[in-house]
């Protein structure tokens, strides 16, 4: 029995050519469009998920409250005297490492030395939490001591070639002589971090910026991010609850602090799962670039929607050339066919189809996945869909797909009467028609989605990247600041300055395309005296030459300057901390007295408005501080250099030849501001791309399908278009006949896609402090677009039937 339907169906397939090559090539395409986002979604919801111990290894994070008990500020780590006082305090707590990013670090061995990025001070504790694979060495022992160094294979292989690294030194960030005392196997692409190096954590206790009494007593450096294990099935709910007393019990309160005003009351203490992290976790300060849960379900139902595209198409041919095998059907009832049998028939025909598009989808998936790799940037490969849990369900799915798009169609064609069939009384339509059409309507609407969703995200995408910034970003070049310059930065930006490409240069502890973290408590002038000021103002420390290099505009007051002494004690506020400041014009806040932190001085000037951060953050209120010489050390993260535009690589190569006078030990590494701000947006630069080309994919295979539906429409129609044109019809008149009720259907859609689109991409606009407004020539243009791909597909058939000889269609009658 299954060997004869078989027979038939493949009977049909060949029989129905055109229509059997859409059906299998639209649903191959849509397969393979599942299957390359299926394997980025696994991808993503695989992160972390290889360490033995994932599921009971939690972060802890901290977040800060203003007075108002509002959240400003949520860090993925928190102050190194937590880790010590959370392992004493609470016994449940089976094992606690701590990690501390290094950022750039510069190596040296014999004569090589490169600067390092994902160098990390790690305590021995790691591989109890974590899964280290250790090729060399044990690394309990091996970060037990101080000035002791872990690295990656690769790494190890850098610097010493076949040697065996144990044991040899390495000098690290021209200070600290390191043994080395393992070799580790690189962290898979799916881990929260990527060490290429792990330094001891206790080395930190002899360094000059540690030192192990600030370990023990800094409650306010939040730059340690801690793990712990709980045991099996422990509610982690129940140790967070008891956070609240732990750091009452152990930190110490402010000064002046009232009674009831708990250390509790201004922050808090959190603890994050280590398989969210990676989808689930947006907070301020994060070890690398994390993904988003909401781009895992945008995706997926872009995948779903293709498919059902896919899907739809089959019904609506299927049902559309009904009347080609109604005979065929009449004749099996006559000869006593059962109905179940005629569904069985038609059903297997389905799922042969299916079948045989999901075998075409895998080697499709096997072909483009390199161009999803690229576009994604992630190490996507055919392994992943090799799982049984993946693999089951995708031998199931052409029995799935198959019996879901072709039950329709066979409950349908099984329900014929072989007595009006026989007779040629039958005739598809009623609620046949109807159901195609809205099936139609269906193709159409997602299509026109996914079209201004593609458009908005594209518009989005170019109001960010030419939005001015509030201050000039281009040509500014960055580069890591060292420590070792401070003695001697006046002569080294004296000589940067000599060359006439280089225009300027300046020092802050941050610079634009960052994040604005620190902040402290601010007093104002009211009076005769300072008084605290309920406002969240951030921090940044920057030097004389700051404003003028970013081009930041002086809305009141002056800048910075050399010519005056108590400079180094005064502030510059931008107009948005004047505003929150309860001024309703800058000009007054210059003059006034001001304590932020423990610095007291003078307002001297005010900017204006820029945007520090991406679009997604509001420009925040801010305060920029120039430290004394004093304070100078450790103050600066980050140099800026002001470049002229007419010879980019003469003024790269005099700032590298100046750096390695004064810096001979430290290698040279530089980027361009501009490319950090692109950086910014990668995310939705994705996103746009692949919207772009699953909706080009959509739309391709609605199409496919129209063409096809409009086919089979059209041969129905032969003979009236004979009859049209002997009576004198035109060509396009014949043509608009036939087109208007398909784009009928297209405006239906539209007018829901409109609907959907808009509600959805409002949606995603509000992730954006900043953003465009929708614009209703984008959907109408959406709308214009689908109705001129279905008026060519269509156009394409009709105009060659209209122009066909009626005599040949007339022939018969």
Same mark, same amino acid.
């Given at each position: 029995m299954i060997r004869n339907y078989l027979k038939i169906a493949f009977r049909n397939l060949a029989k129905y050519k055109f229509i059997s090559f859409i059906n299998l090539f639209g649903l191959s395409v849509g397969l393979s469009c599942c299957l390359l986002i299926l394997t980025y979604i696994l991808n993503e919801l695989s992160y972390d998920r290889y360490n033995?111990?994932?599921?009971?290894?939690?972060?802890?994070?901290?977040?800060? =409250?203003?007075?108002d008990h509002i959240p400003n500020l949520s860090l993925g780590g928190i102050a190194p005297p937590y880790g010590p006082l959370l392992r004493n305090d609470f016994s449940d707590i089976q094992q606690?490492?701590?990690?501390?990013?290094?950022?750039?670090?510069?190596?040296?061995?014999?004569?090589?030395?490169?600067?390092?990025?994902?160098?990390?001070?790690?305590?021995?504790?790691?591989?109890?939490?974590?899964?280290?694979?250790?090729?060399?060495?044990?690394?309990?022992?091996?970060?037990?001591?101080?000035?002791?160094?872990?690295?990656t294979e690769e790494m190890a292989h850098k610097y010493f070639g076949?040697?065996?690294?144990?044991?040899?030194?390495?000098?690290?960030?021209?200070?600290?002589?390191?043994?080395?005392?393992?070799?580790?196997?690189?962290?898979?692409e799916n881990a929260l971090?990527?060490?290429?190096?792990?330094?001891?954590?206790?080395?930190?206790?002899?360094?000059?910026?540690?030192?192990?009494?600030?370990?023990?007593?800094?409650?306010?450096?939040?730059?340690?991010?801690?793990?712990?294990?709980?045991?099996?099935?422990?509610?982690?709910k129940s140790l967070e609850a008891r956070f609240p007393a732990f750091l009452d019990k152990n930190m110490p309160r402010m000064k002046g602090a009232k009674a009831g005003n708990d250390p509790s009351k201004f922050t808090s203490l959190f603890l994050q799962k280590l398989t969210d992290i990676h989808l689930r976790s947006h907070l301020d300060e994060e070890m690398e670039e994390n993904g988003d849960i909401s781009r895992v379900y945008i995706f997926g139902a872009v995948a779903l929607f293709i498919l059902l595209i896919a899907c739809i198409n089959y019904m609506n041919l299927s049902t559309a050339r009904s009347t080609l095998r109604a005979k065929e059907i009449g004749i099996r009832k006559v000869a006593g066919a059962e109905r179940s049998e005629i569904i069985t028939q038609f059903l297997s025909e389905s799922v042969l189809i299916a079948l045989l598009a999901t075998l075409l989808a895998i080697g499709i998936t096997w072909l483009t996945l390199p161009w999803l790799k690229t576009i994604t940037g992630q190490e996507l490969t055919i392994a992943i869909l090799l799982k049984w849990q993946i693999i089951l369900p995708l031998f199931l799915a052409p029995f799935v797909i198959g019996t879901l798009s072709g039950l329709y169609p066979a409950l349908f064609m099984s329900s014929f009467q072989p007595s009006k069939v026989l007779k040629g009384l039958f005739k598809a339509g009623g609620s046949n028609v109807s159901f195609r059409k809205v099936l139609v309507v269906t193709q159409f609407s997602i299509s026109i989605i996914l079209i201004i969703s593609t458009a908005i995200v594209f518009q989005q995408l170019h109001y960010m990247q030419k939005k001015s910034l509030g201050f000039d970003k281009e040509q500014v070049v960055t580069t890591l600041y060292e420590?070792?310059?401070d003695p001697k930065y006046e002569t080294f930006r004296t000589e940067l300055k000599q060359n006439a490409y280089i225009k300027e240069a300046t020092r802050s502890s941050r610079i634009p395309s960052g994040r604005l973290l620190d902040e402290s408590g601010a007093s104002m002038e009211v009076g005769d005296s300072l008084r605290?000021?309920?406002?969240d103002i951030k921090f940044?420390?920057?030097? =004389?030459?700051?404003?003028?290099?970013?081009?930041?505009?002086?809305?009141?007051?002056?800048?910075?300057?050399?010519?005056?002494?108590?400079?180094?004690?005064?502030?510059?506020?931008?107009?948005?901390?004047?505003?929150?400041?309860?001024?309703?014009d800058p000009t007054e806040a210059v003059g006034k007295n001001f304590q932020y932190g423990n610095t007291k001085g003078k307002v001297i000037g005010v900017m204006g408005d820029f945007h520090f951060e991406s679009m997604h953050q509001r420009i925040v209120p801010l305060i920029i501080v120039m430290p004394s010489i004093a304070q100078t050390a450790n103050s600066f993260g980050r140099m800026s250099i002001k470049i002229a535009g007419g010879n980019t690589q003469a003024a790269l190569a005099h700032i590298e030849a100046t750096w390695k006078k004064f810096l001979p030990e430290t290698p040279f590494e530089y980027t361009f501001l501009n490319e950090r701000f692109e950086q910014l947006y990668k995310s939705e630069q994705k996103q746009g791309?692949?919207?772009?080309?699953?909706?080009?994919?959509?739309?391709?295979?609605?199409?496919?399908?129209?063409?096809?539906?409009?086919?089979?429409?059209?041969?129905?129609?032969v003979k009236e278009i004979g009859v049209r044109k002997v009576l004198g019809a035109s060509i396009g008149s014949i043509v608009g006949l036939l087109s208007k009720d398909f784009l009928k259907l297209v405006a239906i859609a539209a007018i829901i896609a409109f609907v959907v689109a808009g509600y959805a991409m409002h949606s995603w606009l509000q992730d954006f402090a900043y953003r465009i407004d929708m614009q209703w020539w984008v959907f109408l243009l959406a709308g214009i677009l689908a109705a001129l791909v279905a008026l060519v597909t269509i156009s394409f058939l009709a105009v060659r039937a209209a122009m066909a000889n009626p005599v040949k269609s007339l022939r018969t009658e």
């Open positions: 033995s111990k994932a599921g009971r290894i939690y972060r802890v994070t901290r977040t800060f =409250y203003n007075k606690l490492t701590r990690l501390l990013p290094n950022g750039t670090t510069p190596v040296k061995y014999k004569d090589n030395i490169y600067n390092e990025k994902d160098s990390y001070f790690a305590d021995e504790h790691l591989a109890d939490v974590f899964d280290v694979k250790m090729l060399k060495g044990d690394p309990r022992k091996g970060l037990e001591g101080p000035f002791s160094v872990m690295l076949n040697e065996d690294p144990m044991d040899k030194q390495v000098l690290l960030n021209n200070q600290f002589n390191c043994k080395i005392t393992g070799v580790f196997k690189a962290f898979p971090f990527h060490p290429n190096m792990l330094l001891s954590f206790n080395t930190l206790k002899d360094s000059a910026i540690y030192g192990d009494n600030n370990l023990r007593t800094n409650f306010g450096n939040n730059a340690f991010f801690t793990y712990i294990l709980l045991p099996e099935g422990y509610p982690a420590n070792g310059l605290p000021v309920n406002a940044l420390a920057a030097d =004389y030459d700051f404003v003028p290099t970013y081009g930041i505009p002086i809305v009141a007051g002056r800048n910075f300057s050399r010519d005056y002494s108590t400079d180094t004690s005064s502030f510059l506020l931008n107009v948005a901390a004047t505003q929150i400041l309860g001024m309703k791309t692949l919207f772009t080309a699953f909706a080009c994919i959509a739309i391709f295979i609605a199409c496919l399908g129209l063409f096809g539906l409009s086919s089979f429409t059209i041969t129905q129609r």
